[in-house]
Antibody, heavy 117, light 107 residues
Framework: EVQLLESGGGLVQPGGSLRLSCAASGFTFSSYAMSWVRQAPGKGLEWVSG????????YYADSMKGRFTISRDNSKNTVYLQMNSLRADDTAVYYC??????????WGQGTLVTVSS | DIQMTQSPSSLSASVGDRVTITCRAS??????LNWYQQKPGKAPKLLIYGISSLQSGVPSRFSGSGSGTDFTLTIGSLQPEDFASYYC?????????FGQGTKVEIK
């Protein structure tokens, strides 16, 4: 059974940083691209970032470029999202997601990031 | 970036109704169109991938169709557990954009 367990969310001040982690199990981690998707309170889904299975290719939504960095450690079956220069509009539940045939077939339970002073 | 526009934003329907949700892409996206269902407080769930392929375990009352820039999710006979929000997503290119969502409510 695929499991994705996010951690690292919490309350951070505007301009601060946070690193999210997602521990994966139940599949051959290095064979799959991974993504982060977020959802602001009461709003829709927003794709944040993606990374290829070997980590060589990374992708970002325009509003996250230069502020967020996605990475992975295939020896630890973990994907990360480093978030810098956080703003109030980054407040959201952040989901870790596994890609399969260019769709997201597995999601974590989400971790809440709140940016507020 | 490719914009995905869903309609309607919300709808009210009764159990047993046939429900159709549409999604339009701002440019051609080949077959890279997926549909997700999300219930309050829960992570989304993949329903349909590649326009019309049903994800394992998803009831056959869900179906997808379309081509080019215009796509449709149909629920053949709405069941009580289908009241939820539905999102389309294009994975033709990055960023992998989602539609704004359609909330299906009980009439």
């Amino acid at each position: 059974e695929v499991q994705l367990l996010e951690s690292g969310g919490g309350l951070v001040q505007p301009g601060g940083s946070l690193r999210l982690s997602c521990a994966a199990s139940g599949f051959t981690f290095s064979s799959y691209a991974m993504s982060w998707v977020r959802q602001a309170p009461g709003k829709g889904l927003e794709w944040v970032s993606g990374i290829s299975g070997n980590g060589a290719s990374t992708y970002y939504a325009d509003s996250m470029k230069g502020r967020f960095t996605i990475s992975r450690d295939n020896s630890k079956n973990t994907v990360y999202l480093q978030m810098n220069s956080l703003r109030a509009d980054d407040t959201a539940v952040y989901y870790c997601a596994k890609e399969w045939v260019r769709a997201i077939d597995s999601w974590g339970q989400g971790t809440l990031v709140t940016v507020s002073s | 970036d490719i914009q995905m526009t869903q309609s309607p934003s919300s709808l009210s329907a009764s159990v047993g109704d046939r429900v159709t949700i549409t999604c339009r892409a701002s440019q051609g996206i080949s077959t890279y169109l997926n549909w997700y269902q999300q219930k309050p407080g829960k992570a989304p769930k993949l329903l349909i991938y590649g326009i019309s392929s049903l994800q394992s375990g998803v009831p056959s009352r869900f179906s997808g169709s379309g081509s080019g820039t215009d796509f449709t999710l149909t629920i053949g006979s709405l069941q009580p557990e289908d009241f939820a929000s539905y999102y389309c997503q294009q994975t033709y290119t990055t960023p992998r954009t989602f539609g704004q969502g359609t909330k299906v409510e009980i009439k």
